[in-house]
């Protein structure tokens, strides 16, 4: 008869130990996959891989702390009349669920709250993270502290009637080693500085400066008559000029982050319910990785929050409703605080649509030197909804606006747009003085226009070129090109890979942009638009293709960009044998956008059919 093996002889220590070793493999393995998953390498490791570590580090530190004294409290009276194997059995409780708490909060306080960790107020005096004062991330954080203690309890029971007795110290110190072996790897990294960490960039400061919802023909540069914006027009005799310059989308959102990628925004698929996918790179990562110093300053207006990934490879992400003057002048001198180049991202708001009483705000002077008699026309025809439901009331619901209304919102939009460009004199007064601004790579640019009573339309929604033409300046480095103007087609996708290139850094391996500096930059026949379920083509011939993608619907309108950039009548009815091929290029594009989409949001490992990379391959976005 085979004689059972007594409890007490099973390597239960060994046992123990393989799973502490094999929980903190997995956590480390699942750790990588998710910077791998970021296209960070782990070695050598880059500055990416280092904010990362940073990102987590005042997480892992203080809650191991504060997890480790919740974990002993509940055995501290009991401690010292504990037995070795209730003390084995505590000791080694501890690591899964400290293990289980890392890595279920790296994720929460990365991913989900990461915005919290970007943003900083004031507490007591002191610059903290958002996050230690938002009640959703401190009741997060405490759920998975409790969750933590109430596995490491039970773990405790059932170790505690399954381990052997034991007088040995190496069984009870263990534990403690091991996370002492965890945690000062990362107090290492956390207290390296960054010049440590990355490398000597070789180019020029480089400055994206993006004015929201500003038209192009509202700039002297670009014919305008009314004086409205000298700082802007004196910048673009020093800079190339784009005049036949457009945006992808007339909206916020996705555009700026078609500015960062490279890439448009069906590709990139940025929506109000999705953030940008972890394996598409923006510049600000790729110039970080390259030894940049990297920096914005973002209107705070929800739409570009970091909760999307736009401060993604940033060193600081600044939202801020602070007049656009005080946040140019703090822009310089943060560019100014060093010798070492910058990537710097200023993006303001002043020119965009308001929901206030009036349609477009400004402040004292502007006002009284543009639009004196605005506020008391618009105090009784604004809604209690505000100024700019009011106006979607006239786009969609045919609410009356008298033609001396419309002029005063004119003069309302002029009036930020002035202020707006006097901001800029804050920003290049200070950075020519020093003499930063000379060897820049400067552009000045907008996310999208703005409709001012055009075809019926106020605001951007509709696909026009008065919410499509966009003013395009660039200010090479040495000022080459300064003063020129260029004809062809250029878009938002060509400025990623023109602020690659300027720094000496390679392509994408996906990149639907091209450098303006090139040749290729004047080769392209198209520039592609969307809005909601309409696609639109602008060619480099004049025309103006607007589809909407209906098998029931044909296109919506062809019309001619006439002289003064602005859309002529529909004439699609009579032009049909003209529109067939432009009709098919817009389906081609929309068709290699969704591989894309589907590419990244779904890893780089995605599959794609023969017929799927020719027509990436023919559209010039895979080599």
């Known amino acids: 008869m085979t004689q059972r093996r007594p409890l007490a002889a099973v390597p239960w220590r060994l046992f123990a130990r393989l799973a502490v070793v094999t929980a903190w493999v997995g956590a480390a393995w699942r750790a990588s996959h998710g910077l791998r998953g970021q296209g960070y390498r782990l070695w050598p490791p880059s500055p990416n891989t280092w904010a990362l570590i940073h990102d987590a580090t005042l997480y892992a530190v203080l809650g191991a702390i504060l997890l480790w004294i919740a974990l002993a409290l509940p055995w501290k009276s009991a401690l010292a009349s ?3 194997r209730a003390r084995l059995a505590r000791a080694w409780a501890s690591l899964p669920a400290l293990v289980l708490w890392v890595a279920w909060g790296y994720r929460f306080n990365r991913f989900e709250m990461a915005g919290g960790w970007k943003r900083r107020v004031e507490l007591f005096g002191r610059s903290v993270p958002e996050a230690l004062t938002d009640p959703a991330t401190m009741g997060g954080n405490l759920l998975a502290t409790a969750l933590a203690v109430f ?11 399954i381990l052997p007795e034991t007088r040995r110290d190496s069984a009870l110190r263990a534990p403690g080693w091991l996370v002492i072996a965890v945690l000062i790897p990362i107090l290492f990294v956390a207290a390296m500085p960054p010049p440590l960490i990355r490398p000597r960039a070789a180019g020029p400061d480089i400055i994206l400066i993006s004015l929201d919802a500003t038209r192009a023909d509202h700039f002297g540069a670009y014919g305008h008559g009314g004086g409205l914006t000298p700082v802007s027009d004196g910048f673009a005799e020093s800079a190339e000029l784009f005049e ?4 992808p989308e007339p909206w916020t959102l996705t555009s700026h982050m078609t500015m960062l990628t490279g890439l448009y925004p069906d590709a990139h698929g940025l929506d109000f319910g999705r953030a940008l996918p972890p394996s598409i790179w923006t510049v600000a990562e790729r110039l970080r990785d390259a030894g940049y110093r990297t920096h914005a300053t973002v209107y705070d207006c929800f739409l570009l929050s970091p909760r999307f990934g736009y401060a993604a490879g940033f060193d600081s992400y600044h939202e801020s409703d602070a007049p656009a003057s005080e946040r140019c002048a703090a822009a310089a001198e943060w560019l100014l605080d060093s010798e070492r180049p910058g ?20 402040g004292s002077e502007a006002l009284e030197r543009l639009a004196p008699a605005a506020r008391a026309a618009f105090a009784a025809w604004t809604g209690g909804d505000g100024a700019s439901e009011s106006l979607r009331k006239v786009n969609e619901q045919g609410l009356e606006m008298s033609e001396a209304l419309r002029a005063q919102l004119r003069a309302l939009y002029a009036a930020g747009l002035w202020e707006t460009d006097h901001a800029l004199a804050e920003l290049f007064g200070r950075l020519r003085a020093a003499r930063r601004l000379d060897d820049a790579l ?41 003063g020129e103007r260029r004809e062809p087609l250029a878009e938002l996708v060509d400025l990623a890979p023109t602020i690659l290139g300027v720094a000496g850094l390679p392509p994408e391996e996906i990149a639907q942009g091209h450098r303006l500096d090139r040749p290729t930059a004047s080769a392209r026949p198209f520039a592609f638009h969307r809005s909601g379920p309409e696609h639109a083509i602008s060619t480099a011939g004049g025309w103006r293709l607007v589809y909407r993608r209906d098998p029931e619907i044909y296109g919506t309108s062809l019309r001619r960009i006439d002289g003064s950039g602005g859309d002529g009548p529909d004439v699609l009815a009579d032009s049909l044998q003209f529109v067939e091929r432009w009709v098919r290029a817009i389906e081609e594009k929309h068709r290699a956008n969704e591989i894309l989409a589907a590419r990244f949001r779904d890893g ?12 990436l391959r023919s559209l010039g976005y895979i080599d």
């Open 82 to 84: 504990e037995r070795p």
């Open 151 to 161: 596995a490491a309890v039970i773990v405790y029971r059932i170790l505690r009637r």
């Open 244 to 247: 036949n310059a457009y945006a």
């Open 442 to 482: 400067v552009i000045l640019t907008a996310d999208h226009g703005e409709a001012l009573g055009e075809q019926q339309h106020f605001m951007h929604e509709r696909l026009m070129n008065a919410t499509l033409h966009i003013p395009l300046m660039v200010h090479w480095p040495g000022g080459q090109n300064a």
């Open 343 to 362: 990537f710097l991202f200023v993006h303001l708001y002043d020119p965009h649509s308001d929901t206030g009483k009036l349609p477009y705000e400004a």
């Open 604 to 615: 780089s490992s995605v599959s794609m059919s023969e017929l799927d990379e020719e027509l």
